[in-house]
């Protein structure tokens, strides 16, 4: 696997994203049976974050961090609450399959599907998103394009070779009987955290 650019703001033009598109976005994403919180300032964000861990009772947490968490002090402020949070690779790849909470960023948004895309190329990205039941992600609000032809122009400038994944929603299959069934092969909840404030060069 080989990427292009290891930042992506720095691989992509700024004039790309449109924010006008977020009340669509939401509106799909909603309608994708995701939960969506969009906050003004990185503080807002961590009282859903915290809100979220005392109504769901959970007891230990895995994160792969990034630049808006960071903003947010949510390592910090889950420590604070007396919950366990994992951020290292080794122990995220040990705690992942009993954590009650994953916890990671995301690039940007798709209206057209709801969809939130995830540079997936770290491995820890991949438990964190996949193997807790609830999977929490923080995204800039600003950062929504038209379509998935958009997105895939995106992650043409980033990626020679890699692993993104484009999350619409919780897991669900009707593999079984054709019945709907949600969180069998993923998380049985998707939450996503969109941030208006510009925080520290992160557009």
């Given at each position: ?5 290891e930042?992506?703001?720095?691989a ?5 994203w ?12 909603k ?5 969506v919180?969009r ?7 961590q ?24 903003a947010?002090g ?6 604070q609450?007396g ?24 690039e940007?948004?798709?209206?057209e599907?709801?969809s ?6 770290a ?11 609830i999977?929490?992600v ?5 950062n929504i394009?038209?379509?998935?032809a958009?997105?895939i ?9 890699g692993?993104?994944s484009?999350?619409?929603?919780p897991?669900?299959t ?18 996503i955290?969109?941030i ?8």
């Amino acid at each position: 696997m080989k990427k292009v650019c290891e930042n992506w703001e720095q691989a992509i033009s700024a004039e790309i994203w449109d924010p006008s598109l977020f009340d669509e976005f939401e509106l799909r994403a909603k309608n994708a049976a995701a939960e969506v919180f969009r906050v003004k300032t990185s503080f807002e964000a961590q009282e859903v974050l915290r809100n979220l861990i005392q109504y769901t009772n959970a007891k230990k947490v895995v994160a792969v961090e990034s630049p808006l968490q960071q903003a947010a002090g949510i390592t910090a402020a889950i420590r604070q609450m007396g919950v366990e949070i994992y951020t290292d690779l080794t122990d995220i790849a040990a705690q992942a399959e009993t954590a009650d909470l994953g916890i990671s960023g995301v690039e940007f948004a798709v209206a057209e599907t709801g969809s939130v895309c995830q540079d997936a190329y770290a491995v820890e990205s991949r438990l964190v998103s996949t193997l807790t039941p609830i999977h929490v992600v923080f995204l800039n609000s600003r950062n929504i394009v038209k379509g998935i032809a958009d997105a895939i122009g995106i992650v043409s400038q980033v990626y020679d070779r890699g692993y993104i994944s484009f999350i619409t929603g919780p897991s669900r299959t009707a593999d079984i009987e054709r019945v709907l069934t949600i969180g069998v092969h993923g998380p049985s909840r998707f939450i996503i955290i969109a941030i208006d404030e510009q925080v520290g060069g992160v557009a």
